[in-house]
Nanobody, 115 residues
Framework: QVRLVESGGGLVQPGGSLSLSCAAS????????MGWYRQATGKQRELVAS???????NYADSVKGRFTISRDNAENTVYLQMNSLKPEDTAVYYC?????????WGQGTQVTVSS
């Protein structure tokens, strides 16, 4: 069974940067769209950014210009570079992958932006 394994969360000061990564636990011939979602305490999970297998990306308005999503198809990995972080970016971040019509989720990684 394929799992998505995330890494890279942590504590950062406002204005700082963090990089998240998410890799499939074994090699997969093709992963369709991949993305990052986040869920803050007491709020619904929301889309942060997504990227197609061809590299087309989409961002939530709240992160445009600050976050960058990318992927390495050969390594079945998706990345999220987060710059100019704000306290309101604090949340558990989950990666997501669409594989042959199925949706997989990572276990989540905590990002805390605080001074």
């Amino acid at each position: 069974q394929v799992r998505l394994v995330e890494s890279g969360g942590g504590l950062v000061q406002p204005g700082g940067s963090l990089s998240l990564s998410c890799a499939a636990s074994r090699n997969i011939f093709r992963i369709d769209a991949m993305g990052w979602y986040r869920q803050a305490t007491g709020k619904q999970r929301e889309l942060v950014a997504s990227i197609t297998s061809g590299g087309s990306s989409n961002y939530a308005d709240s992160v445009k210009g600050r976050f960058t999503i990318s992927r390495d198809n050969a390594e079945n990995t998706v990345y999220l570079q987060m710059n100019s972080l704000k306290p309101e970016d604090t949340a558990v971040y989950y990666c997501n992958a669409q594989i042959s019509g199925h949706t997989l989720w990572g276990q989540g990684t905590q990002v805390t932006v605080s001074s």
